[in-house]
């Protein structure tokens, strides 16, 4: 029997395109003698394979963090454990190829599959890779990215620019379905903001400060972030007000059925710069405002940022994110819909995950 072993973990954005790869291959495999296999560990791994069908184990995994973190003084420790279990899983699966898809949590995988001679892909979804992934990128046979110039920091043979996977059912979402989920007016525009698994706070302030303005001429589906739910819907809550009552909805997180309505339903998206909205957005063909994280890691949010602008993608950094900047950013983006839509949508690479997936069964 054959088998593909797949490897993430740590962010939504690493797990997410990963079962896209797996979901590719499972369709072009079928019913050959071929096995899908998923490693990882965290919580977006966690949620994501549970339900899945497909086999997988799980590791632990330490993060070099550039903060200061009580949890630095754990990650050592995990880093030992995690080179052990990676080592041990390679050595018991055994497998054909080891696919890797960024991160911490990838490293140790993708060294015990170099130690083991087995041929390492590797997808990069940032347009400036992360130190595990310039290693990994090294050692492995083929590696895909997402953003043109994310090329440039791998051996030119190897590098291949496809896109970032997106899961299909993401971007099939029933609007009907969303306006009932969400019990919203399908005579209005809807403005849908989504700030992360972590909440972006300056976003949300800025969201509150313009909350009367946004909503009267728009409907407003607001994601704030886990971290970040209880404070602001306790701000909202004091709001006497029946327009932002009958308008503006609030959730903590989306899981993926909520994203697909929230997607089938806006008509202008305001986001985070990470390569998965970006690309998601992008498929949707919708304007589109992007506000990277400042100080991300290799500042790659506002590289992402920096490409996507040069199709339609509209960049507000957040030094400049005041309600009156946000307001008018997300008019002039409803009124210009149209033409921004089919330019985001040059950006998108729909077959991304079918390409890796073919590369790999090769």
């Given at each position: 029997?054959?088998?593909?072993?797949?490897?993430?973990?740590?962010?939504?954005?690493?797990?997410?395109?990963?079962?896209?790869?797996?979901?590719?291959?499972?369709?072009?495999?079928?019913?050959?003698?071929?096995?899908?296999?998923?490693?990882?560990?965290?919580?977006?791994?966690d949620?994501?394979?549970?339900?899945?069908?497909?086999?997988?184990?799980?590791?632990?995994?330490?993060?070099?963090?550039?903060?200061?973190?009580?949890?630095?003084?754990?990650?050592?420790?995990?880093?030992?454990?995690?080179?052990?279990?990676?080592?041990?899983?390679?050595?018991?699966?055994?497998?054909?190829?080891?696919?890797?898809?960024?991160?911490?949590?990838?490293?140790?995988?993708?060294?015990?599959?170099?130690?083991?001679?087995?041929?390492?892909?590797?997808?990069?979804?940032?347009?400036?890779?992360?130190?595990?992934?310039?290693?990994?990128?090294?050692?492995?046979?083929?590696?895909?990215?997402?953003?043109?110039?994310?090329?440039?920091?791998?051996?030119?043979?190897?590098?291949?620019?496809?896109?970032?996977?997106?899961?299909?059912?993401?971007?099939?979402?029933?609007?009907?379905?969303?306006?009932?989920?969400?019990?919203?007016?399908?005579?209005?525009?809807?403005?849908?903001?989504?700030?992360?698994?972590?909440?972006?706070?300056?976003?949300n302030?800025?969201?509150?400060?313009?909350?009367?303005?946004?909503?009267?001429?728009?409907?407003?589906?607001?994601?704030?972030?886990?971290?970040n739910?209880?404070?602001?819907?306790?701000?909202?809550?004091?709001?006497?007000?029946?327009?932002?009552?009958?308008?503006?909805?609030?959730?903590?997180?989306?899981?993926?059925?909520?994203?697909?309505?929230?997607?089938?339903?806006?008509?202008?998206?305001?986001s985070?710069?990470?390569?998965?909205?970006?690309?998601?957005?992008?498929?949707?063909?919708?304007?589109?405002?992007f506000?990277?994280?400042?100080?991300?890691a290799?500042?790659?949010?506002?590289?992402?940022?920096?490409?996507?602008v040069?199709?339609?993608?509209?960049?507000?950094?957040?030094?400049?994110?005041?309600?009156s900047?946000?307001?008018?950013?997300?008019?002039?983006?409803?009124?210009?819909?149209?033409?921004?839509?089919?330019?985001?949508?040059?950006?998108?690479?729909?077959?991304?995950?079918?390409?890796?997936?073919?590369?790999?069964?090769?």
């Open positions: 029997m054959t088998k593909i072993l797949l490897v993430g973990g740590g962010s939504g954005g690493h797990v997410y395109p990963l079962m896209a790869i797996a979901e590719a291959l499972q369709k072009k495999i079928k019913d050959s003698d071929t096995e899908i296999i998923l490693l990882g560990e965290g919580r977006f791994f949620e994501a394979v549970k339900d899945s069908g497909f086999r997988y184990k799980k590791i632990i995994a330490g993060k070099l963090r550039r903060y200061l973190s009580l949890e630095s003084f754990l990650d050592p420790f995990k880093m030992v454990a995690g080179f052990f279990q990676s080592f041990w899983h390679l050595f018991w699966l055994m497998p054909d190829a080891v696919f890797t898809k960024g991160g911490y949590a990838t490293f140790f995988p993708a060294l015990a599959a170099k130690l083991f001679f087995i041929p390492i892909y590797v997808h990069d979804s940032d347009s400036v890779p992360g130190m595990t992934n310039r290693f990994v990128g090294k050692l492995a046979k083929k590696v895909f990215v997402s953003f043109e110039s994310a090329k440039k920091y791998f051996s030119q043979e190897k590098v291949e620019l496809v896109g970032n996977p997106i899961r299909a059912e993401l971007l099939n979402g029933n609007k009907e379905e969303a306006l009932s989920f969400f019990n919203l007016s399908e005579s209005l525009p809807t403005v849908v903001i989504l700030g992360g698994s972590q909440g972006a706070k300056k976003i302030d800025a969201v509150l400060a313009a909350i009367f303005q946004l909503t009267h001429d728009f409907q407003v589906v607001h994601q704030c972030g886990d971290t739910f209880k404070e602001v819907n306790g701000l909202v809550g004091e709001i006497n007000s029946e327009q932002v009552k009958s308008r503006y909805r609030l959730y903590p997180f989306f899981n993926d059925k909520e994203l697909a309505l929230a997607y089938a339903l806006g008509d202008v998206f305001v985070r710069a990470s390569a998965g909205g970006i690309f998601e957005i992008s498929a949707l063909g919708k304007p589109a405002i506000i990277p994280i400042k100080n991300s290799q500042n790659h949010q506002h590289q992402n940022a920096l490409e996507i040069e199709h339609g993608g509209v960049l507000i950094e957040e030094e400049n994110l005041i309600s900047v946000l307001v008018n950013e997300i008019k002039e983006a409803y009124q210009k819909r149209e033409e921004l839509g089919l330019k985001i949508k040059s950006f998108a690479r729909l077959d991304a995950a079918e390409k890796i997936a073919s590369e790999i069964l090769k």
